[in-house]
């Protein structure tokens, strides 16, 4: 107890200090090590940072900043203290670098965020984490949190964002949470502005300040905020310099917590650091990792044993770093070119993004399993390598994700769900459907697909990637062709032709797509078929030349091992559709103007980037962002409230939804639609364009019944650093002080309008834009909603006759309030567009219900504005009555 109590500390604190010399400290040093040895100082700080700090040796903190071994991507822990090993893996879409069929293909990142769901988000990472864990990882490397500014960027597929910095950061959230279920840290990569592959060693991103922390860098502080392990730098320049030293750039990152780290990609520390490593360090970067990454260990493999061929094949890159290895991290510290207090601050952070994952619980850690030698030191024989870690669960999440990012673009004429009497020809929709990356980080594991007739069992029970055999196993007539066979047109007049086309280009890490095309695009005659469904397989942005010609259109970005199951859920209507578009599909090739530059790009659009650009310039795609369709094709708004728009809490949307669903022959219950919100900023600085603001998914929708969604947003804020200002990274965040608040169901192109809010003068104020009661629930009619969509495009179309909706009881009032907010900075504010009975119809009033309520509202209205000198200035104050629970 006396050497815990007394020599643990001093000890650790003549480890702790580097000035002091080693002429004078040593010889007590080694007395005090040689004295505590075999005590239990460890024990002492259980899992408190500051404690580990105090008692790691100088020698033990170096060793985070480097990956140290080449076979794998590993940093060293301090097992004598209780801190694990670091033990990472390539993400995102699933575990990757291991034996072929041991690991579940998820679908890619970029189809969750199609989703437009959180919870589908959580439970796929969690999913994904289960999986690194039994193969004894504790680190995803990923998600993936770049924008789709350039149409082909290679690595599209591997980024949740789509065209929205919102729905990045929301859906990157929700992944981060997933793996922190199971204890797996996350790293988001890659920062920041990592938009293309072409010359990504050398093109220099030179966006605005302002539009970088608004835009581009928000993806990765919503991971931050959810508590992810690391960001990872990108390969490309930012701001003249590599994004891994990029000063200006990484400390707004670190800005927003201390629980993370900065780790550099795989080779993004370039051979300039055997001069100025101590320039990556002091800019923020903190883990230095695959330094040589190639095949060659920088042209010196004999030093590399780790590295060499194996009968697996090649044994891949060399993982560890080089310039930040603890010697020579020792030599900077020696010579005062990385402070101590840097050092402290990166071992800080690395033990606080493992106690943020739990893993500095021992309980935690013996969940994972443990590396034998054989796993550390070789790529492909380790038995953790060779681990079959897929179950039915993993094969079952992969499904769902696979089925909710599905988008239904096109349904003329109801040609979905299919009959169960329906004969199909089925034209590519074998071993031609592309379902996962192929190269690059973002391939995953390469699953072993059953011979024919043993894939696609029930409930996961195999690999189901084509749609012609879930077709088949779910009881359809199915006559199966290759694409090219389609030529000829139906050999049954009566089929209905199931054709899958997938991009000419395919995405891989190191190149980007030459093109948009989708294989057999141009020459499928569609025309010659009398019903026709077209399933297309997007790694990005794809043209769609045939859209008018084709039946229905629905798109998934790659689905996975599971997406053959997954189409024949959504073409047979054991479920919906849900997903919606997160990228503006074009009309032609780079439509925007923006296409990758070799060396270095100016971001001269600003803030008109993706689906922005096409409403700044008054231009339809082919399919906007967010568009949708489901089979509930008429659903209504019968209330929308809104809380909280003028404190420091986030505002959020209530709405309650009903449906006229009638008889459509899909599975009860399997309905769910996504309601979207957009802003649009009216003052200091008014935009041209909506921007999405949050959305939420109305789950399970019945006739008639109601359902409850409530949508979080942030207030919006801009950077207040001037256009053309790239180092303005030290302005801070500016409130927009006046905007306004759109409803969607089908996107950007189909809004209505809720509310405005002004927040100006030292006053909040907002105002219905809607009255539920004398105009009555807000419509969304989607047959109105592809009218005018084929409309606004010079499509030939029929206007819809108008829905009626069926008599709904009048058991439930609504009723609108006025607006007042009073203005008392420390007050919750809440202030509701109408009051309803909750989980009641609601119905629109008789009129001495509604003059009574209008009356009776009204004076509450009133009296609650005026002063009254014992108010408490920490009340809420709520403008209609409602439950505890919705205050």
């Excluded at 996350?186 to 835009?215: C, F, G, I, S």
């Excluded at 397989?537 to 030349?545: E, R, T, Y």
């Excluded at 659009?605 to 096409?614: L, P, T």
């Excluded at 209530?654 to 009638?662: C, F, P, S």
């Amino acid at each position: 107890f006396a050497q815990r109590l007394v020599l643990c500390p001093v000890a650790s604190l003549v480890m702790w200090e580097p000035a002091v010399t080693r002429q004078t400290m040593q010889p007590l040093f080694l007395f005090l090590l040689t004295v505590t040895a075999g005590t239990t100082c460890a024990q002492d700080c259980k899992q408190d940072v500051q404690c580990l700090l105090n008692a790691m040796t100088l020698d033990e903190k170096l060793q985070f900043f480097a990956g140290n071994l080449d076979a794998i991507d590993h940093v060293a822990g301090v097992s004598r203290l209780g801190v694990p090993d670091i033990n990472m893996g390539d993400g995102p879409n699933g575990v990757a670098n291991t034996m072929k069929g041991t690991a579940t293909s998820f679908p890619c990142n970029l189809a969750v965020g199609m989703s437009f769901d959180n919870d589908i988000a959580r439970k796929y990472a969690r999913a994904m984490a289960k999986e690194f864990k039994a193969k004894g990882k504790n680190t995803l490397l990923g998600p993936g949190a770049n924008l789709a500014r350039v149409p082909e960027c290679g690595r599209m597929d591997e980024y949740a964002p789509g065209d929205d910095p919102v729905l990045g950061a929301e859906i990157i959230k929700a992944f981060v949470k997933g793996a922190l279920d199971e204890h797996v840290m996350t790293v988001v990569k890659h920062l920041v502005n990592n938009d293309q592959e072409l010359n990504r060693n050398e093109w220099n991103a030179n966006p605005d300040t302002n539009v970088l922390m608004e835009y581009y860098m928000k993806p990765f502080f919503g991971g931050i905020e959810a508590g992810a392990a690391a960001l990872m730098c990108g390969y490309n320049k930012v701001h003249g310099v590599p994004a891994c030293r990029s000063e200006g750039m990484l400390k707004a990152a670190k800005s927003a917590g201390s629980n993370f780290y900065i780790v550099s990609d795989w080779g993004a520390v370039y051979p300039e650091a055997s001069q100025n490593a101590a320039e990556y360090i002091n800019a923020g970067m903190d883990v230095e990792m695959g330094t040589h990454d190639d095949a060659t260990c920088g042209g010196n493999i004999a030093a590399h044993p780790d590295c060499q061929a194996t009968p697996y094949g090649g044994a891949g890159y060399c993982n560890a770093g080089d310039y930040m290895l603890p010697p020579k991290m020792k030599a900077m510290v020696n010579s005062g070119a990385v402070s101590m207090a840097r050092v402290n601050e990166t071992v800080v952070r690395v033990l606080g993004a493992l106690q943020t994952a739990g893993l500095l619980d021992k309980l935690v850690q013996a969940e994972f399993p443990a590396y034998t030698p054989l796993d550390l030191h070789s790529k492909w024989y380790g038995p953790l390598a060779q681990k079959d870690v897929r179950t039915a669960y993993s094969r079952q999440v992969g499904q769902e994700v696979a089925r909710n990012s599905m988008v239904l673009l096109q349904n003329h004429g109801s040609l979905l769900p299919l009959a169960k009497t329906e004969r199909l020809e089925t034209y590519g929709c074998g071993d031609e459907v592309h379902f996962r990356a192929e190269s690059g980080s973002a391939s995953g594991t390469e699953p072993n697909i059953p011979a024919v007739g043993d894939r696609c069992k029930p409930d996961g029970g195999s690999a189901c990637p084509y749609p012609e055999d879930a077709l088949k196993v779910a009881g359809m007539e199915v006559t199966s062709f290759h694409l090219q066979d389609g030529g000829a047109g139906p050999r049954d007049p009566e089929a209905t032709a199931i054709v899958c086309l997938v991009a000419a280009a395919k995405n891989t890490e190191g190149t980007d797509r030459a093109n948009l095309d989708l294989l057999g695009a141009d020459t499928f005659p569609l025309t010659k078929y009398k019903k026709s469904v077209v399933w297309v397989i997007a790694p990005g942005p794809v043209l769609m030349p045939f859209a008018a010609t084709a039946g229905a259109i629905v798109l998934s970005s790659l689905p996975g091992e599971m997406g053959g199951a997954a189409l024949a859920d959504i073409l047979l209507g054991h479920a919906s559709p849900a997903g919606h578009l997160s990228l503006s599909m074009p009309n032609k090739p780079q439509e925007t103007q923006v296409k990758a530059n070799p060396t270095s790009d100016d971001y001269a659009e600003g803030f008109e980037v993706g689906y922005r650009w096409y409403q700044a310039k008054s231009v339809k795609p082919n399919f906007a962002f967010g568009w949708g369709l489901s089979y509930a094709k008429y659903v209504q708004v019968v209330s929308a409230s809104l809380s909280t728009p003028c404190s420091n809490a986030r505002p959020s949307v209530r709405l309650q939804l009903r449906a006229d669903i009638g008889d459509n022959g899909v599975t009860k219950g399997e309905i769910s639609h996504v309601a979207q919100l957009y802003l649009q900023h009216q003052k200091p600085q008014p935009r041209k364009f909506l921007e999405l603001a949050g959305f939420g998914k109305a789950r399970g929708l019945q006739n008639g019944e109601l359902v409850l969604v409530n949508i979080e947003f942030d207030a919006p804020r801009t950077w207040g650093s001037n256009a053309s200002d790239k180092a303005g990274f030290g302005s801070s965040w500016e409130a927009v002080t006046e905007y306004k608040v759109f409803l969607s169901l089908y996107g950007v192109e189909h809004v209505q309008e809720l509310f405005s809010v002004n927040n100006s003068g030292g006053t909040c104020k907002a105002t219905a834009l809607h009255s539920f009661l004398t105009e009555g629930p807000l419509n969304f009619d989607q047959d109105e909603a592809v009218y005018e969509h084929e409309s606004a495009r010079e499509i030939v179309a029929a206007k819809p006759e108008a829905h009626v909706w069926p008599k709904q009881p009048q058991d439930a009032v609504v009723a609108d309030t006025v607006a007042a907010i009073v203005n008392d900075s420390q007050a919750e504010y809440k202030w509701t567009a109408d009051a309803v009975q909750p989980g009641r119809l609601s119905s629109r009033p008789t009129g001495w219900q509604a003059t009574t309520m209008v009356l009776a509202t009204g004076l509450f209205a009133l009296v609650a504005v005026l002063p009254r000198p014992w108010r408490d200035s920490g009340r809420s104050y709520t403008t209609t009555t409602t439950t505890e629970e919705e205050v």
